[in-house]
Structures are given as structure tokens and as C-alpha cells.
DNA sequence: TATGAATGAGAATTCATTCAT
DNA sequence: AATGAATGAATTCTCATTCAT
């Protein structure tokens, strides 16, 4: 199911080096030009390969993307099936999840930003675009369902939630780490972006059910916050 | 002054007219396409005008996503500098900040979308894409520092959590509200997105200042939170 | 035979000076942009007019230039066909000619330019640029013929000899007077470009006929260059 | 050095063949239609090519052009900096490079006419034209310089000369080469038309000082100038 | 097998000309 | 008479893909 692309060359050693360096160049590619605008031949002479060559590896230069995206798709699903090792507290397990997601956001947004793109304008990008999208989101909303269990953030659609952690973290993966992004002068490292993310996701994700329009600046006191009240008691 | 671009026509009714068509027309194809994909031609055909006549109101197809990308800067400069009209409370500004960015968002994600597509091959846009997040960056980080002058999510950069809630808010507009979104068979009504979002804010910025790395106040026991014994380990 | 073209406003003195206004941006646009690249619109606007109006008064963008050529041919032919008023020194006559041609190509070489241009690729413009060539090439060769009585030039065609000296007189109004000609930063007034203009002509016509061959370094007096003595020699 | 424009292509002997046969079709369709007539897909299909391959060797039309300018004005150059094997004798010099410039025009009217039109709209063409003149006009003028030295033509700018000069010898290869030119049913032959314009110049630039105009104030009585005078008695 | 020249289907763009107002 | 919006044919240029060598 992964591995819909099965092409020629993938036995010999050599051909499997070239196809690896190949699918290197067009991450690059991707992220200095995006797809439409990323060439071929551009991306087979930085392999000192000739344009031609490249159809021996791919039949389309779509068929690239949907590997990539294949790849990434999998990198996604391994972490999300990946048994969460802290015994039982649905925080931790956020928190390990996100930082697992945002590492991978943060390394394949040139191949998110590519799907993306062309997931508007071509059926095929858009249903297996989609399928990426539903992966994380598949992975985020189990967690915040194990959350609600204990109470928190109670009445909230638990997949509407998942989709918006998911929207952040990925297009932040773009904006904090791109060249073009919103800090062009700043060099943000995964210790003060993990940091950023998990503190927001979590207080968002922890904080109670009537929160929205009661709090009151008189209300400084965290420890009244009735949400947490009640996810201590139900842990406790 | 927000209006750079002073086209030919702005005189006639007639002219008039069919500029502002050509702009919707413009986003409805933006919405289907993508920048690259979308056609002048096509463009025009549904405003039913020949292709030509695209040229009498912009010089390129560039120029026209820069006057809908203006148009949407311009849109969110007068919500960033709309006095806030509650007596005081930063947790109400930030939630009619927060219902103002998402309908901006909500409906102008196909420029958005087109003009970060375009940021990424193209220098001028990259400019002007950039100009527009730091317009909601602005708007929002205002919010959050007088936030933290309360007391609230106290340690952390407020641009980098501004940057981080104008992401999730921009990329949910897109996945929430397109066709090829996170959810096709689902209507999400303002109502509901703008609650989803607005609580998992509002909390998210609430929390205490030292909530993921340290104990709140209230909580006492630190040593019970399994997640913040790790993150107190990890830095010691 | 010279208007060949006659449109529907000549009448009313306002038409006509409207035409005549556009004939005059015409030429201007012409100069600065030669004939391909010059657009009605641009004309139009230049007098004030919509690019509609054009055709109100020429049926066509050649037809405008075609009238411009056929003037153009009309001041060369009533030069041509003036009476020369000096009594019958053909170097006089000469000297006359080409003052006045020099003139002519001074003021048209916008005119004279588009024209060559458009016969390289137009039937019609070939023919008609071609008699314009004529006309100066018979008025020239008319001198000649008149000095090659006298025993002036002897030998040679006079048809060649018109045709490469209006090709001389006709380029250099473009090369000193143009802009984009040989001499940018410097204004050669009439007085000198006729002065040398014709000298080089007067001696150029006036040599004797074994010339080519002859001259020696040892031949310093002009008055006792052999190629004129042979000239004479051979006339006697 | 002259070579300023490196294409990507050069290496392989194919792609050379195919260079050098677009630059042959170019000039060809040049003569007959003109730059701006002159389609690709045209030259393209001369050749038996496709239009697209056209971008292979060159990223523009107007690269083109400026490649067979260059080329042009490397004859000219070479031409000009060729020594002068006449021991000595400055008409001889000056026939020989007169012989020279004719072929050299005579061959490349085409590419000549077509950069003198772009020049007029273009502001890099205009630049490079400028200096392929300059070329010729250098060349001509040193040879005027030295004929000065020997007392002939004195007075006269040298430039201004060597610059009525190159253009009669330009535009007179057109006019007695092209199609189009000035005798359409007739071949000139080289040897006729060195003759004409060897002797013509020659001639022309051999006059002594006050020939012209018998311009010199002292110089009341027409008959004292020996040229004259042998003129009049001539007739008389 | 690799190369890189060639293909060819499109897309943007231009502008003389038309025509409804 | 005039306007200026609209037309639409024509042309340049792009680049994924093919194929002869």
C-alpha cells in the first residue's frame, strides 16, 4: 500500500544511489522553487545527470512527488503508530507526539508545501494529499481523544482540533525554518520552537470547558482553573 | 498609500465594472487552481471577455495577484488597527483579534495560498508575502504582549507565538473552508470553527508562565507531572 | 497619381487639423520607435484622441504611412523638378541639389526609415519605397548625367553613382540627426553637415576617370594628379 | 573578448551544426522580412527544427541578433586591425579597406538592417549598434587621418567623413544587393560596384581644402580654383 | 545504458481594429 | 463625431517528455 511505485530501477546498488540523490535534489528544488516551478533538468544536472536519464527512475515528474510524498506519509504513520512509551499520561504522550510531528514537519515542508500545491489542482495530489493531512490528523486526535477521556478540553470536536495542531505545526514547520519564511534573520533551533509549540498546544489543549468566555483578568490564579481541577482529580 | 497599484482604469462605471469581476473571478480561480494553474484565459472566459482584455487592467497575471494580495493586506491592517472596543480585557481583545483574523482568513485563503506559493519562486512576492504575515504577526503579537503584561504565558517570545497562531489560523482557513480540505464532507460554520479555535487560543496563551517547564503556582506537586520532570532533567 | 489616398475627412478644418496633428506624432513616434513599434494608441493619445478616432482618418496603420511616404516622395519630386537656377554650371547645380536633399533627408529620415523597414516585408511598401529611391536616384543621376557631359566622372554609371550618393545623403540625415545615430553628444548644424557633405560629392564626382588605380605617394599636388590628367586625355 | 555571448551550446558537434545552421536560416529570413517579421518557428522550420528547439541555442530572439551582430562586428574589427600591407601609400590604404568594408557590408546587410531598426526601439541594441559603427567608423577615419597628413581633404572633420563614408558603403550594400534595393532587375557585381565606390570615394576625399563652396573670403572669383578652372575650360 | 538534442502542446502577451454607447 | 472597452489572431517562450545515437 505504501510502496505503489515499484519502478524499474531499485535493485542495483547504483541505480538506488542515483534514485536517493535524485529524490535529494528535488527536495531542494522544491524548496527554493516549489513543484511547478522546479525543473527537471535542473534537478538531474545537479546529479550530473542528463534530463533524459531521469525517466529511467520516474515515469513523471509527478511520479517523484507522489514518492516523496509517499515517503513522508510513511515518516508520519511510524511515528504515529508508534507505541507511546510513557506509561499512561495523556499530556506526556502530547508532548512526545509533538515534538516527534514537528521535527518531521520541520525537515519535510518542501515536500508538504510541493503536495499541497498541487493537491489544488490535480485529483490524484489531492486524494493522496489528503491521506497525508488524515495521518496526522489521525495521530494528533488520538491523543487529544485520550485528553477528553480525562477531561480535558471537554465538548470540542476532537478531530477539529487535531486538524488545527496539525495546520500549526506544519505550516510553522515552513514559516520558522524556510529562508522565505517569517523570521529570515533568525535562526529558530528545535529547542525554542519545541519549546513555543508544546507550551501553547498544551495549555490550549488542557484548559476546561467554559473557558472561552468567562475568564476575567481577576482570574490570574491557574490553580482555580477548573479544568484542571478536574483533570488532577480524574488522574489522581 | 496602502494602494500601490494605481491602474489604467479606474474611471468609467464600465471599466470599473469588469476589473472588479475579473477580481472575483480571479479568486474563484485561485480557489480551483492554484496561481500557476489558474488561466488568463479562463479567467476572462468566465467573466465572459476575450483574453485580451485581461490587459487593459493589469500588465500581467502577476500584477493581479499583487492588487488581490494588497487588497488582502489591506483588509488585515484595518483590523490590526481597529481600536478594540473592550474596556481593557486582553483576553476579549484577543478573542475579537482572534474572530476577526478567522474571517479574514477564511475568506482570502486563495490569495493567501497563491501568494505563499508564489513567495517561494518569486522575489517580488516573497517581499510582499512577507509584508502581509508580518501584518497579522503584528496584530496578533500586540494581543500577546499585553497578555503577558498580565501574566500571561509569561518566558515566551510573543512573535514566535504570534507567528505560530496566525499559521494555524491562515493554513485552518484553507483546510476547513476548501474543497480538497481536511474534511469535504463537512460544513464547518463560523460558529463552530471560531469556538474550536478561539478556546484552544485562549488557552494556549493562558497558561501560566511556566506551565511546560515548571510548576504553576497551584500546583504543588511538580514531581507528580511526568512531563515536566523530563523537561526539568533534559535542561539540568 | 500623389494622392492616392483620400478619406472621408479632408474637409472641415478640424478634421484637418486633426490629421495633420497626427501625422505630426506619427513621424515623432516613428523617430523614437520606428514603425513596428509605434502604436496607434500611443499617436492617438499624443494628440489627445481615443485610439478609436484613428480611423476616422486612415483606414489603417500602413495607410498613415503610406500618406507620410507619398509627402515624402512629393518634396523630393518638386525638388527634383525645380529649376535649377544657376546658369548651367553643373557643379553648381550640384552643389545645389544636394543642399536641398541633404534638407529633405534631415527632416523625413523618420519616414524614410519606416519605410525601408516595412519593404523589406511588405509587397506594397517595397513598391512604394522604391519609387520614393527612384525619385532621388533620378534627380541625382540627372546632375551627374549633366557633369558626365562636361567630362566629369567618366566611365562610370550614373545610376550607380545617384544611388550610392543619395544612400550617403539619405543614411547620414539619419546618422547625425537621430539620437541613436553616430554623434550623440553633438549637434552637427546644417552648415557643416553640407559642407562636408559636399565636398566629399563635388570632389568625389569630379575626379577624373582612371583614378582607382593610379594614385601614388609620390602624387601629392592635386593639380598634378595624373588620374585628371589622364581624364582629360582621354575626353580630348 | 569579442565573443561576449557564451552560449550553453558549443560543445557537441551536432548541436554546433544546428547553431550555425539557425544562424544562416536567421540571416536568410532577416533579408526577406526583417527582424521584427522574422518569426522563429520559420527559421525553425528552415532548418527542419521544431520552434522550441530554438531555445536551446539561444534564450531570445533578440539573443540571436546580438550573437550575429557580435559576429559582424568581430569582421569589421578584424578588418580594421588588419595591417595595411601597402607600403605606405594612404590611397592605396584606403582602397584596400574600402574594398574590404564592401564585402564585409555587401554580406551582411541583413543582420546590419536588422540592428539598425532594433536599435531605434532598444535600448541594448541601440548600445551595440553604436559600436559596430563606431567600428567601421574607426577604421575608415584612420585611414582619413592619414591621407590628411598628406594635405588631402583638408579642413574636414575626419569623423564626420569617415561616417558619410561608412554609411554610403553600408546602405549601399543593401541597395545594390537586397531584393528590395535600388536595382531589383540587375546584378552588380563586386568588381562594379568597388569600381564605382573606390572611385567615388577616392575622389571625394583626395579634393583639395577650399573646393566646396569657393567658400574662402579671399576667394571672391569662382575661376581662380584650378579644379574649377578646369572645369570651365573644359567646357568652354 | 546514458546522453542531450529535439519535440510540441500550451500559456502569456501584444495591439491593430471594431463597435456599442 | 468621439470614446475607450473589447476583440482575437498572432507570436514568443517554456519545459516535460521522447528518441536517435
Same mark, same amino acid.
Given at each position: 500500500m505504501d510502496e505503489l511505485i515499484e519502478p524499474a530501477t531499485r535493485r542495483t546498488p547504483k541505480g538506488n544511489t542515483t534514485r536517493e540523490a535524485i529524490k535529494l535534489a528535488a527536495k531542494r528544488a522544491l524548496a527554493v522553487d516549489g513543484f511547478s516551478n522546479a525543473k527537471i533538468a535542473d534537478i538531474m544536472a545537479s546529479v550530473n545527470r542528463s534530463p533524459g536519464a531521469f525517466y529511467k527512475y520516474y515515469p513523471s515528474k509527478e511520479a517523484l512527488l507522489h514518492e516523496l510524498l509517499d515517503e513522508f506519509r510513511t515518516r508520519l504513520k511510524a511515528e504515529v503508530n508508534r507505541p507511546l512509551n510513557t506509561r499512561g499520561d495523556p499530556l506526556e504522550h502530547l508532548k512526545e507526539r509533538l515534538g516527534a510531528f514537528w521535527k518531521i514537519y520541520r525537515d519535510d515542508w518542501p515536500v508538504a508545501t510541493a503536495a499541497f500545491q498541487m493537491s489544488m489542482a490535480d485529483r490524484e495530489f489531492a486524494r493522496a494529499?489528503?491521506?497525508?493531512?488524515?495521518? /496526522?490528523?489521525? +495521530?494528533m486526535s488520538s491523543v487529544i481523544k485520550l485528553l477528553q477521556k480525562e477531561g480535558y478540553c471537554a465538548g470540542l470536536d476532537s478531530e477539529l482540533i487535531a486538524s488545527?495542531?496539525?495546520?500549526?505545526? &506544519?505550516? *510553522? +514547520?515552513? $514559516?520558522?525554518?524556510?529562508?522565505? +519564511?517569517d523570521f529570515p534573520d533568525r535562526l529558530i533551533d528545535d529547542? =525554542? =520552537?519545541? &519549546?513555543?509549540? !508544546?507550551?501553547?498546544?498544551? $495549555? /490550549?489543549?488542557? /484548559?476546561?470547558?467554559? &473557558? *472561552? !468566555?468567562?475568564?476575567? #483578568?481577576?482570574?490570574? &490564579? #491557574?490553580?482555580r482553573d477548573p479544568a484542571r481541577r478536574r483533570a488532577k482529580s480524574e488522574r489522581g
Open positions: 494529499w489528503h491521506g497525508v493531512r488524515q495521518q /496526522g490528523i489521525r +495521530g488545527a495542531l496539525c495546520s500549526m505545526l &506544519e505550516y *510553522t +514547520g515552513y $514559516n520558522w525554518t524556510a529562508r522565505a +519564511g529547542g =525554542a =520552537a519545541i &519549546e513555543v509549540l !508544546t507550551r501553547l498546544v498544551l $495549555n /490550549g489543549v488542557r /484548559g476546561g470547558a467554559a &473557558e *472561552t !468566555t468567562a475568564a476575567s #483578568p481577576a482570574d490570574k &490564579e #491557574p490553580g
